[in-house]
């Protein structure tokens, strides 16, 4: 084509565009920018609520640019070639504006927002004196709004709102304003950011009062603090939305919101009154009934009863066919026997049955609901007929509803409550004849009243199942708490008064226990196993610990009332240790009982989680109730055991009368440690750690320290100073020496035996205190091996003269080897070296000649001067030294010998004038026993013979000190020896008298 026909093409299209482009603007077509969403939607949603749709919308080419492929027909891209091509040719044509319009349009209507306004703002900038700036600005707006960002869609129209010149189109401008930050609300609180959503619905109403908008964007910010429990800030909302905007739709919903609000806040009354409001105001809303029924569930809470019930009833009355009404007017009546009004009670009753009496649906509610009105007016016979008659008509019914069942559990349960009640308006009082026949027949409404519950649990309603498990236990415990407050004879005798309560404490267990509890349990089961956890299950749960635990304190208060008496005489001796026997005799069953009571209540509470106030004071009762069991028994025996000797018993029947009495006293010891050992394993199991398992643990070891010691002065006793009886000869002294010395070792056996069980506890952590340290040094005195700490050291340790050294004339077979027989061999005797002779090469002392020892006196005479010598010495070793030398002078020549082997030799006489001599002996000394022999012999007669020894060495040793049980920290062998360390005087059995312990 030519560049002229191209020309004429190009103005055509040029024409054709200007002329679309005219009837565009001047009848907004089709193909023009669609507007902001409407404005006046008056929808009412649950949750945020939503404005209209969007009055001009394009469809699917206005769809946000990210969700669908853009794509451009031919046409399109045809026409913008079009307007591109016009424009390169007329650059300063006056059209232009309009040209670049039209290919605005074209790249929006596309959904080519970005490039769209790529367009727009070319006539923005560039002619700002043009008519189609303003509408550039509103599709630049426009096209920012379809892509959701509210921000620059506000910014944009508030430039159209500045750039408008006339009020149509600042209108339109602070519509869109509002209706962009009400999307940014929308936004944000699909993001969950509700307080940011709250405060742009609030900028609507705000800014823009007027806005179609505003009502809804109140509401929604109302209902966005709502969702985070903003409850007063969302009842401001909803208040300025009712003053502000008094015509709108709204309002009913705003109220209802408000009030709800006041329930969350738990302000019930203000609640009920809001509702009530909302009837008054708006009685054809549809939210009128929900109200009238909010409104007396929230008077009900408020314990505002007469308006509950008021309410109930015109709930009921204004809208017969609601599925609730049946249930508030029969609640209604309910609460008017609360309050016991029964002239409300009756009409309502006779309301209900003329209403509800021939519903097939709703049959046995009305007769309960009669039975029910008679109960409340105290007509019981007659109220147990209708309930029976009620459930006598569902058995009746071949396909009951579910309300009828739930009446006819409902009655049931109201027959149980009429038996229950009558059992517990019987109070049992004297004279006995009276006191059986009121027994009697409360133990017959009893059996009837459980019955009746069992009864309801069949129906398998939950509400009832519980509620009538959770009253079968209270019924049993009821009965037991009459029992407990019967009416007691006056002038009864202790013995007659505590085998009465003890009868009481019988009863109350039995049925608190063994009765009561196991439906508690059973509830609490079925509540685990249902996951429920209504009121019922959680009173059932209350109820495991508090019932074993109060069964427990009445055994208790019979321990006090026995002790109460028993402080009243004071005695002493004999008489005291026989009235403890007494009062143990009485006492102990209680407190077993009561601590087997504890320990229950301690295994429910740990079995099913339920660590309340119950259970904390069983944990303190159970420990100190045992620890008393055991500081009584151990009482007895401390007594007994310190009680006077008689003075006209000699050495001998004081010793026997010691040891009877350890064995008479042993039984009441054991019972002690019985109870302290049970305490500590209660402390352990149930993880208690009071002051009374620290004194049980103290106890504990002071009770088996102070018997053990007793076994062990005896013995120490019978061994040292042996108690013979008066006036015995020698020969029977003799005799009885034998049997106290087996006695003695008996006795430190037995001492030990109970040491070692002591020093066992505290392993366990079962005993504690100083006691234990008493029963270890003891132990440490006699095995100091096994209970010491070993420890390494090395030392330096010599061998030298001494009577240690055996020596014979004679020589025998084997007479230098470890195996041989010394026994008959001589003691050396040691002599002093003349002052005249010197020795030299000895590394310490010069040792002392050894010579020939004979006879039993050392005199002249018993000493002789051989020609020949046999020396044999016997040493230990733990382990081989690690160093050691043998250093020998002789008076004559020598022959030398280590455990049999010959070790060296001397034939040439030197004198005593002559240096030692010496040898080394590392590695040739084995662990164990060793044997150092020498032969010498000299030629010169009369003369002493002899030689001087000295073995140095240095060798491992081991010493092996204390350490108390519980600590890490060795202390000096010193501080326990049986010099220094100083243990608990014992009445009777220590020797002396009393001494402070100096002990830490």
Not at 423 to 432: C, G, M, V
Not at 549 to 560: E, I, M, Q
Request: proline share 4%; charged share 25%; with cysteine.
């Amino acid at each position: 084509m030519s560049i002229r026909g191209r020309i004429r093409f190009l103005l055509f299209a040029a024409a054709a565009l200007l002329s679309s482009c005219a009837a565009m603007r001047a009848g907004r077509g089709t193909n023009q920018a669609s507007a902001p969403p409407g404005a006046d939607s008056a929808a009412v949603q649950e949750e945020t609520m939503q404005p209209g749709p969007d009055s001009a919308a394009v469809g699917e080419a206005a769809q946000d640019s990210s969700t669908k492929t853009k794509t451009l027909s031919s046409a399109s891209e045809l026409m913008l070639k079009a307007c591109q091509n016009y424009i390169e040719v007329n650059p300063e044509s006056p059209k232009v504006p309009e040209v670049l319009a039209l290919k605005g349009s074209v790249f929006y209507n596309n959904g080519f927002y970005g490039k769209s306004r790529e367009v727009y703002r070319r006539i923005i900038e560039e002619h700002e004196k043009s008519p189609y700036r303003l509408e550039a600005i509103r599709m630049v707006a426009q096209s920012h709004y379809q892509e959701k960002n509210f921000d620059e869609a506000q910014e944009w129209y508030r430039r159209m709102q500045d750039a408008a010149s006339t009020g149509a189109d600042k209108e339109e401008a602070r519509a869109a304003i509002a209706q962009s930050i009400f999307k940014m609300g929308e936004s944000y609180e699909l993001s969950q950011r509700y307080e940011d959503a709250a405060a742009q619905y609030e900028r609507v109403a705000l800014e823009f009062p007027e806005a179609a908008i505003a009502d809804i964007a109140l509401l929604n910010a109302g209902l966005a603090y709502e969702k985070i429990a903003e409850w007063s800030r969302a009842i401001l909302i909803y208040q300025r939305l009712g003053k502000k905007y008094k015509e709108s739709k709204l309002i009913p919903k705003s109220m209802f919101r408000t009030a709800k609000c006041y329930e969350k806040l738990r302000e019930w009354e203000n609640a009920a009154k809001t509702y009530l409001v909302l009837v008054k105001d708006y009685p054809t809303s549809d939210l009128t009934e929900a109200a009238l029924y909010n409104a007396g569930f929230s008077f009900e809470n408020a314990n505002k009863l007469i308006e509950a019930a008021a309410t109930f009833e015109k709930l009921a009355y204004s809208f017969p066919k609601s599925a609730d009404a049946a249930d508030v007017l029969f609640r209604a009546g309910e609460l008017y026997g609360r309050l016991k009004d029964w002239p409300n009670v009756t009409r309502v009753n006779t309301e209900f049955s003329r209403r509800y009496g021939g519903d097939i649906d709703r049959v046995v509610q009305a007769q309960c609901m009669v039975g029910v009105a008679l109960y409340m007016q105290n007509k019981q016979d007659d109220a147990v007929r209708q309930l029976a008659k009620a459930v006598d008509t569902y058995r009746q019914l071949e396909r009951p509803s579910d309300v009828n069942r739930f009446y006819a559990a409902k009655a049931q349960f109201t027959i149980g409550e009429i038996y229950h009640d009558q059992q517990n308006d019987i109070a049992l009082t004297l004279p006995r004849r009276t006191y059986q026949r009121q027994l009697r027949d409360k133990s017959r409404l009893l059996d009837d009243a459980v019955d009746a519950y069992s009864k309801a649990v069949r129906f398998e309603i939950s509400e009832w199942t519980t509620r009538s498990i959770y009253q079968a236990g209270q019924a049993y415990e009821d009965f037991a708490v009459g029992v407990f407050k019967q009416q007691r004879p006056a002038g009864l005798g202790i013995e007659q008064q505590l085998a009465l309560e003890l009868g009481i404490a019988n009863a109350v267990e039995e049925y608190f226990v063994d009765r009561a509890l196991a439906y508690h349990e059973q509830n609490v089961k079925l509540g685990i196993k249902e996951k429920l956890e209504d009121k019922y299950v959680v009173l059932s749960r209350e109820k495991l610990t508090y019932l074993p635990y109060t069964a427990g304190r009445n055994f208790l208060a019979l321990v006090d009332i026995a002790k109460g008496v028993a402080s009243q005489e004071h005695l002493e001796g004999f008489a005291l240790i026989a009235q403890k026997l007494q009062m143990l005799q009485k006492i102990a069953p209680f407190q077993e009982r009561a601590i087997a009571l504890f320990r229950k209540t301690l295994d429910l509470g740990t079995m099913y989680h339920e660590r309340n106030e119950f259970y904390g004071k069983a944990s303190g009762l159970v420990t100190k109730t045992s620890f008393t069991v055991g500081e009584t028994y151990a009482s007895v025996a401390q007594i007994a055991r310190e009680a006077p000797i008689p003075g006209d018993f000699d050495k001998y029947e004081k010793f026997v009368y010691k040891k009877k009495l350890l064995d008479q006293i042993q039984a009441y010891e054991d019972n002690a440690l019985k109870s302290y050992l049970t305490t500590t394993k209660i402390a352990e199991a149930y993880e208690i750690d009071d002051d009374f398992v620290k004194k049980t643990r103290d106890n504990l070891s002071r009770l088996l320290f102070i018997r053990g010691r007793c076994y062990d002065l005896l013995g120490i006793s019978a061994y040292a100073d042996p108690p013979y009886p008066d006036g015995i000869a020698e020969a029977e002294k003799r005799e009885y020496l034998a049997r106290f010395q087996e006695i003695a070792l008996r006795f430190q056996e037995q001492a030990f035996d109970i040491y070692r069980v002591i020093l066992e506890y505290a392993d366990q952590g079962y005993a504690t205190g100083e006691y234990v340290h008493h029963a270890y040094v003891r132990m440490y005195q006699n095995y100091p091996e096994e209970f010491g700490r070993k420890q390494e050291k090395i030392t330096d340790r010599s061998i030298s003269s001494g009577p240690e050294w055996k020596c014979l004339a004679d020589s025998q077979p084997g007479w230098h080897g470890l195996d041989f027989a010394d026994a008959a061999w001589h003691k050396v005797r040691k002599s002093a070296l003349p002052d005249t002779v010197d020795v030299s090469g000895f590394p310490a002392k010069i040792p002392t000649p050894m010579w020939l020892y004979r006879g039993d006196s050392e005199t002249s005479a018993a000493t002789a001067f051989p020609s020949l010598l046999y020396f044999r010495r016997v040493f230990y070793v733990t382990e081989p030294p690690h160093e050691a030398k043998l250093f020998l002078a002789s008076d004559g020549e020598f022959s030398l010998f280590l455990n049999g082997d010959s070790l060296a030799s001397a034939h040439d006489s030197a004198g005593v004038r002559a240096a030692a001599r010496q040898w080394d002996l590392a590695g040739k000394l084995r662990q164990g026993k060793n044997v150092l022999a020498a032969r010498v012999a000299h030629h010169r007669p009369g003369r002493p013979i002899g030689i001087m020894p000295y073995l140095s060495l240095t060798v491992t040793v081991y010493e092996y000190l204390p350490v108390f049980p519980g600590t890490d920290i060795p202390m000096e062998r010193k501080l326990v020896s049986e010099g220094s360390w100083v243990f608990p005087y014992i009445k009777n059995y220590s020797p002396g008298s009393r001494v402070p312990s100096a002990n830490n």
